[in-house]
């Protein structure tokens, strides 16, 4: 069957960072299911297709559109902010897709923990310091990861990215402070790639005064790991890959 639905990521908020492909299907796209929240609208704006802001709507009226769209022989691109991959709630679409026998393809996009990381020019994986990355969460209206699990995700050596949890600070504060060090280093990244982007950078200790003091409420992620200080500071870690290129392993 061929594809008409499409799972596009339209990136973190800058409109330059969609994939060419996620543009051109949103070109050709005859209707658009957009989340409306964290998707920038000028992504949106001048098409030819329908389109549906999900903010407003529930799962089941999302696949109601998306069924009668495809009935009727119309492309649908459903659009996620970020890379859907990343607590897209894509899933329970295709679970409902695939049980109309609908066929789909996710189309990546540039996640937020991504242009977070481009804004502090941070590598999660600096040699020698973390070459484990952790994106996660705490539990919300969404069961999920509790203080307990985020203690046991905290090493020196992993890079944590937390999402959809910036106004529980005091929470990721007092549990990862059982576990790791309190000047550890964290960054706070508010909005990232969009004009109004906001950076904060400190020790774990700080982090719930240093949330409060900027009022940030949502849209925003936390960095916590040894891999921030070295993006500010030369740590003399080198990987192995440019020292000899007979040698390298076959990173990107
Ligand atoms: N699929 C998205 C994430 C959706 S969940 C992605 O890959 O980025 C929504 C959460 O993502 C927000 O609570 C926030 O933690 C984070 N987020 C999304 N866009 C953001 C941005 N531009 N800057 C900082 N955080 C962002």
């Known amino acids: 069957m061929e594809t008409k639905v499409y799972f596009v990521g339209a990136g973190p908020g800058d409109p ?50 998306i069924t009668e769209a495809v009935f009727q022989g119309k492309t649908v691109v459903r659009l996620h902010s970020g890379d859907p991959a990343f607590y897209g709630a894509i899933h329970e679409q295709i679970v409902e897709l695939k049980a109309r026998g609908i066929a789909y393809k ?29 994106f996660t969460r705490l539990g919300g209206k969404t069961p999920g990861p509790s203080s307990e699990d985020l203690i046991y995700f905290a090493r020196k050596d992993v890079t944590l990215v937390i999402f959809l949890s910036i ?14 060090a309190p000047d ?8 990232a790639s969009w004009p109004e982007e906001q950076i904060i950078r400190g020790k774990l200790k700080d982090l719930s005064h240093l949330v409060k003091e900027a009022g940030f409420k949502k849209t925003a992620l936390i960095y916590v790991g040894e891999a921030l200080e070295a993006a500010i500071k030369h740590m003399n870690k080198r990987s192995k890959l440019y020292r000899d290129s007979r040698l390298s392993e076959n990173f990107g």
């Not at 969609?18 to 704006?45: C, F, H, M, Q």
């Not at 996710?106 to 952790?134: K, R």
């Not at 550890?184 to 909005?191: D, G, N, S």
């Open 16 to 65: 330059g960072l969609i994939t060419k492909k996620g543009k051109r299907l949103l070109n050709e796209a005859d209707v658009i299911i957009y989340a409306g929240s964290l998707v920038n609208p000028s992504l949106v704006e001048g098409l030819k297709a329908e389109l549906y802001n999900s903010a407003k709507m529930s799962l089941e009226e999302i696949i109601e559109v």
């Open 106 to 134: 996710v189309i990546p996009g540039v996640t937020s923990a991504s242009a977070g990381a481009a804004s502090l020019g941070l590598e999660f994986t600096v040699p020698e310091v973390s070459q484990t990355v952790i």
């Open 167 to 180: 106004n529980r600070a005091r929470e990721i504060e007092q549990a990862l402070l059982k576990k790791l």
């Open 184 to 191: 550890t280093p964290i960054a706070l990244v508010y909005k």
